[in-house]
């Protein structure tokens, strides 16, 4: 399944490469279905640039319960505290596994909360965080 998302100013390119897609379909003797709906725009790089950043400090100057966590850790947590949503199990060797806290399709918005929820964390006195940024 192929996804496009169109903006004026990508609009023939995403056309060409949508039209591609279901010719690739078609070819082949299936059937393809193409569904146009609106949506709000996901993070900009600038927004995922200073997401990464800031879970690249925290990562580096804080131990979480004595365990040193990577970035991508990191940002799996702070997404974690935004969105309520997710669910934790059983991992398929142990440990827990904690499911529907990707960063991948933030909105704009969302993702400035997350911010915004990096910048408390790091302010709280019990694990202080200088950010550069």
């Given at each position: 399944m192929s996804k496009f998302l169109a903006k004026k100013d990508t609009l023939r390119n995403v056309m060409v490469a949508a039209y591609n897609?279901?010719?690739?379909?078609?070819?082949?003797?299936?059937?393809?279905?193409?569904k146009v709906d609106e949506?709000?725009?996901?993070?900009?790089?600038?927004?995922?640039?200073?997401?990464?950043?800031?879970c690249g400090e925290v990562a580096a100057q804080v131990k979480w319960y004595g365990v040193?966590?990577?970035?991508?850790?990191?940002?799996?947590?702070f997404v974690a505290s935004y969105r309520k949503g997710q669910r934790s199990v059983p991992g398929i060797d142990g440990g827990f596994v904690?499911?529907?806290?990707?960063?991948?399709?933030?909105?704009?918005?969302e993702c400035a909360d997350v911010i915004e929820i990096?910048?408390?964390?790091?302010?709280d006195p019990d694990h202080?965080?200088?950010?550069?940024?």
């Open positions: 897609a279901v010719k690739i379909l078609t070819d082949a003797g299936k059937v393809a279905r193409i949506c709000e725009p996901t993070r900009t790089r600038l927004q995922n640039d200073k997401l990464q950043a800031l040193k966590l990577s970035q991508d850790d990191w940002r799996h947590m904690v499911l529907g806290a990707s960063s991948k399709d933030l909105k704009v918005a990096i910048y408390a964390f790091g302010s202080p965080v200088r950010f550069s940024q």
